[in-house]
């Protein structure tokens, strides 16, 4: 499974974003997918998740309430809606993937088998 993240830029706080997670030569179907981020100098972190059958999301503490993920699994796509974006926001995001996960792994990184490239998203005050 290739993941293509894409949609990050610079914006000042208090903007919205989203972000895209494609896969190309396979579909969605049967994958929870994730965002994390890694800002400079910092560990990657988990931000949120969506299961495979799209009827569970988790979020971080840190953007619960600000973000939203979802997926259109006809589009073979993931999106992070981003609100009222802070500056300690500002990181690399990368998609990832994975078909077999239980709930209470979604939010650690070494549960995922694919990742994207990863898009940077820069806030500023």
């Known amino acids: 499974v290739q993941l293509q993240a894409s949609g990050g830029g610079f914006l000042q706080a208090g903007d919205s974003l989203r972000l895209s997670c494609a896969t190309s030569?396979?579909?969605?179907?049967?994958?929870?997918v994730a965002w994390f981020r890694q800002a400079p100098g910092k560990e990657r972190e988990f931000a949120a998740a969506?299961?495979?059958?799209?009827?569970?999301?988790v979020y971080a503490d840190s953007v619960k309430g600000r973000f939203t993920i979802s997926r259109d699994n006809t589009a073979n796509t993931v999106y992070l809606q981003m609100n009222s974006l802070k500056p300690d926001d500002t990181a690399v995001y990368y998609c990832?993937?994975?078909?077999?996960?239980?709930?209470?792994?979604?939010?650690?990184?070494?549960?995922?088998?694919?990742w994207g490239q990863g898009t940077q998203v820069t806030v500023s005050s």
């Open positions: 990832a993937a994975s078909s077999r996960i239980i709930y209470s792994s979604l939010g650690t990184p070494s549960s995922y088998s694919y």
């Open positions: 030569g396979r579909t969605f179907r049967g994958y929870s």
């Open positions: 969506i299961r495979y059958d799209s009827r569970t999301t």
